[in-house]
C-alpha cells in the first residue's frame, strides 16, 4: 500500500461541475502539497498545507491532520482544468525536504 | 513566485551519446534540488537529491555513473544521462525549495523529454 492514496485515479466531467479529488496518506507528515501538472508534463505547485483550509480562486485546498486526509475542490470547474493532480506528503520520519507523491487523479473537463 | 529554469525541454539523441539536462532557480537559491523521473502515465519517482558543493544523494536502484549529477552552485544543477540507451527515455524533471526544510514550498521546472533513438 502506497503512504500517500489518491482518489478517484480518473475522473470526467462537464463544464461548471463541483470536483473534489481526495488524498489520504499513512505516515505522520509535515506538510502537504496539491500540484498540477498539464498535458505538456509542467507542473505547477497549487497548494502546500499544514492544517485547515486555503483558497486560491476557483480552487480550494482542506486538510484534517487527525484522518491524515486532503481534499482539493474546483468549483465551475472549466475544460482548462483539465490536468493530473497530483498529492505529495513531507513525512516527518524521511529527509525534511523529500516529498512522497500519490499516483495523481487524471481530470477531464468537458465543455 | 519562485521560479525553476529547465533546458531543454524535449531532446533526441542517439544512443550511446550523452545528455545533460539544465535546472535553475532564477530567483531563489536552492541547496537542495530533486531529480525525478516519470514514466507514461505514473507518478514522480525521485531519482537523487542534489546538494550544493556535496556529492549527490542517490535512491535505490539508480545507477550513479549512469545518471551523473552535478550541483556547482547555488542556482544550477545539472543531471547528465551517459551513454544513453533507448530504455533511458522518459520525462525528466527536476524541483527546487525555496529555503531550507519543510515549510517551504517545491517548485518544478518545466521537465525534459528525452527520446534516445
Known amino acids: 500500500k502506497n503512504e500517500v492514496e489518491q482518489s478517484p485515479q480518473n475522473l470526467t466531467a462537464q463544464e461548471g461541475e463541483f470536483i473534489t479529488i481526495n488524498c489520504s496518506y499513512s505516515v505522520g507528515i509535515s506538510a502537504l502539497h496539491w500540484l498540477q501538472q498539464h498535458p505538456g508534463g509542467g507542473i505547477v505547485s497549487l497548494f502546500m498545507l499544514s492544517s485547515g483550509k486555503k483558497k486560491h480562486g476557483r480552487l480550494i485546498a482542506t486538510i484534517n491532520i487527525q484522518e491524515k486526509h486532503s481534499s482539493l475542490h474546483i468549483t465551475a470547474s472549466h475544460p482548462r482544468d483539465s490536468a493530473v493532480y497530483i498529492c505529495?506528503?513531507?513525512?516527518?520520519?524521511?529527509?525534511?525536504?523529500?516529498?512522497?507523491f500519490g499516483q495523481g487523479t487524471r481530470l477531464t473537463i468537458n465543455p | 513566485g519562485a521560479v525553476v529554469s529547465q533546458h531543454p525541454s524535449w531532446v533526441i539523441c542517439k544512443s550511446g551519446t550523452s545528455v545533460k539536462i539544465e535546472c535553475r532557480s532564477l530567483?531563489?537559491?536552492?541547496?537542495?534540488m530533486f531529480w525525478y523521473r516519470q514514466f507514461p502515465k505514473q507518478s514522480l519517482m525521485l531519482m537523487a537529491t542534489?546538494?550544493?558543493?556535496?556529492?549527490?544523494?542517490?535512491e535505490q536502484g539508480v545507477e550513479k555513473d549512469k545518471f551523473l549529477i552535478n550541483h556547482a552552485s547555488l542556482t544550477l544543477s545539472t543531471l547528465t544521462v551517459t551513454s544513453a540507451h533507448p530504455e533511458d527515455s522518459s520525462f525528466y524533471i527536476c524541483?527546487?525549495?525555496?529555503?531550507?526544510?519543510?515549510?517551504?514550498?517545491?517548485?518544478f521546472g518545466q521537465g525534459t523529454r528525452l527520446t534516445v533513438v
Open positions: 524541483s527546487a525549495r525555496d529555503g531550507r526544510g519543510w515549510g517551504t514550498e517545491a517548485f
Open positions: 505529495a506528503a513531507n513525512p516527518l520520519i524521511q529527509g525534511a525536504q523529500k516529498l512522497v
Open positions: 530567483d531563489f537559491q536552492a541547496t537542495t
Open positions: 542534489s546538494n550544493e558543493g556535496s556529492k549527490a544523494t542517490y
